[in-house]
């Protein structure tokens, strides 16, 4: 399936993101937002995916990080959520494990068109650097209901938290690749209801 790909543009008061997604991709990245850490699990997320993506974020980071992850997960979601057009095709569920080093993430998802977030992780620390842990709970949570997708993300354990965020962004875009996949044994849409 060709041009499986979609673009969007939000700007509010707080934000102004430009964000291209392409599904069948080769992991080329050109992320630049304004909050370094999320800079960096996103270029995770698109090399371990097999995405092209492209995003320019700027926000209010001289208030804190939350408005900026936040509408990046939003548009994200969005952009996914285009991209796979009719998901006649798909495999529609994806699963992964990931370890990075001491730490283990699984995530798993559901293209079902019906979102939640489910979340076990137990991180140690509140801060990685300068970026708050919650705002990944808050990033996955926006993703998932904007890309109308049943996410469930656990972190077996791990004692460093910048490892557990690094294997969840990974298993999430690995996830993401098994899930998004064209099967050719799938005939129209992978669902008894005929619909997702």
């Known amino acids: 399936m060709n041009n ?4 969007f543009y939000r700007k509010t008061n707080e934000t102004n993101i430009n964000l291209t997604f392409s599904i069948d991709g080769e992991g080329k990245s050109e992320i630049k937002t304004a909050v370094p850490f999320m800079t960096h699990m996103l270029d995770l997320f698109t090399k371990h995916g097999q995405f092209d993506v492209s995003i320019d974020a ?3 980071t001289e208030i804190d990080d939350h408005h900026t992850t936040e509408d990046i997960g939003i548009v994200l979601g ?3 959520l ?3 057009g009719d998901k006649k095709g798909i495999k529609r569920y994806g699963n992964a494990f990931v370890p ?3 730490a283990l993430a699984q995530v798993t998802v559901d293209l079902s068109n019906r979102p939640h977030l489910e979340m076990r992780a137990d991180f140690p620390t509140d801060r990685v650097g300068t970026f708050d842990v919650e705002l990944v709970h808050e990033f996955l949570w926006k993703l998932a209901l904007e890309a109308r997708m049943n996410l469930h993300v656990n972190v077996h354990y791990g004692h ?3 490892h557990m965020i690094e294997a969840i962004f990974k298993a999430l875009g690995r996830a993401l690749d098994e899930a998004t996949t064209i099967d050719p044994r799938v005939k129209g849409v992978p669902s008894t209801k005929g619909m997702l």
Not at 4 to 7: E, I, N, T
């Open 58 to 60: 700027k926000g209010d």
């Open 82 to 84: 285009e991209s796979l």
């Open 100 to 102: 990075m080093d001491e």
């Open 78 to 80: 969005q952009a996914l």
């Open 4 to 7: 499986r790909q979609a673009s």
């Open 160 to 162: 460093n938290t910048h």
